[in-house]
């Protein structure tokens, strides 16, 4: 897997550029959701799979359902703070799910991608996503992503204030 900050590039890319289409913080944290596997299996040691069940398209969207109620109840705070970040969106529960569901498909096809042990198909065992991109590629698409995401923030955020400051002063 790409460190799990990483996963959040290619979402908050998707994001920003797509805010019509996907609900930022819902991309966000379907993209990096289902890596809470892994950070318990190496906290307390356990003998469980690194990739295990939550990295598969069932577990994922298990995990995915899970996440949506609370941002879906959390909407009118989360809607503040996506406020004053310039960033108004859409609330409702289906566009939370499908951006959620988005960023957690992402990241599974991601983590696909270069590692064998992944089984994003269970209870099936092929993986056909591994080994048709390199890990170097993806660490690279990952921070461009995040570049990116940042590049078009800032746009977003100074236009929008540009916006507010000429509808003030008329």
Same mark, same amino acid.
């Given at each position: !897997?790409?460190?799990? @900050?990483?996963?959040?590039?290619?979402? !908050?890319?998707?994001?920003?550029?797509?805010?019509? &289409?996907?609900?930022?913080?819902?991309? /966000?944290?379907?993209?990096?959701? &289902? $890596?809470?596997?892994?950070?318990?299996?190496?906290?307390?040691?356990? $003998?469980?799979?690194?990739?295990?069940?939550?990295? %598969?398209?069932?577990?994922? %969207?298990?995990?995915? *359902?899970?996440?949506? &109620?609370?941002?879906?109840?959390? +909407?009118?705070?989360?809607?503040?703070?996506?406020?004053? *970040?310039? *960033?108004?969106?859409?609330?409702?529960?289906?566009? =939370?799910?499908?951006?959620?569901?988005?960023?957690?498909? %992402?990241? =599974? /096809? !991601?983590?696909?991608?270069?590692?064998? $042990?992944? +089984?994003?198909?269970? @209870?099936?065992?092929?993986?056909?996503?591994?080994?048709?991109?390199?890990?170097?590629?993806?660490?690279?698409?990952? &921070?461009?992503?995040? =570049?990116?995401?940042?590049?078009?923030? =800032?746009?977003?955020?100074? %236009?929008?204030?540009?916006?507010?400051?000429?509808?003030?002063?008329?």
């Amino acid at each position: !897997m790409p460190f799990t @900050p990483y996963h959040a590039g290619p979402a !908050m890319l998707a994001g920003v550029g797509f805010r019509k &289409v996907f609900h930022i913080p819902a991309l /966000i944290v379907g993209s990096v959701i &289902v $890596d809470i596997e892994p950070f318990l299996v190496l906290a307390f040691d356990l $003998d469980y799979p690194l990739h295990g069940f939550f990295h %598969t398209f069932a577990g994922g %969207t298990i995990a995915v *359902l899970l996440i949506s &109620v609370p941002i879906w109840l959390l +909407r009118k705070p989360i809607g503040k703070l996506m406020a004053r *970040l310039k *960033l108004e969106q859409k609330k409702g529960f289906w566009f =939370i799910l499908w951006s959620a569901m988005f960023g957690m498909v %992402t990241h =599974i /096809i !991601m983590d696909s991608l270069f590692h064998a $042990d992944l +089984r994003p198909f269970y @209870p099936f065992w092929y993986n056909p996503f591994y080994g048709h991109i390199s890990s170097k590629a993806i660490h690279f698409l990952c &921070v461009f992503s995040f =570049i990116a995401a940042g590049i078009i923030y =800032i746009v977003i955020f100074f %236009t929008a204030q540009k916006k507010e400051s000429r509808q003030k002063n008329s």
